[in-house]
């Protein structure tokens, strides 16, 4: 059984996609579109927390969680 990877949604967008450069797909399906922009991702995205980015697009936390979850991440935040 592979280990599952974590999640603290209250890193910047920016550090957890370089973590997980697989992150921008699901993140860009979970509707917070500029992660597609590799521009607006490293600057806008090394100061906006995740959680901050779900609030100001309008995006249920727990919402993100399940997608992320299903997606096998371990969200921790």
């Known amino acids: 059984m592979s ?7 209250t890193r910047s967008l920016f550090d957890l ?8 797909p699901i ?7 500029g992660v597609a922009n590799p521009m607006l991702r490293q600057t806008v ?3 906006l927390l995740v959680v901050e ?4 697009h309008g995006i249920s936390l727990e919402e993100a969680k399940r ?9 921790v935040s």
């Not at 280990?3 to 949604?9: G, P, V």
């Not at 996609?17 to 921008?24: A, F, G, K, S």
């Open 3 to 9: 280990e599952s990877r974590i999640l603290d949604l």
């Open 17 to 24: 996609t370089e973590d997980y450069p697989e992150l921008i």
């Open 27 to 33: 993140f860009l399906e979970i509707g917070l579109e």
């Open 45 to 47: 995205g090394r100061k």
């Open 53 to 56: 980015g779900l609030k100001r």
């Open 67 to 75: 997608k992320l979850e299903a997606y096998g991440f371990r969200v």
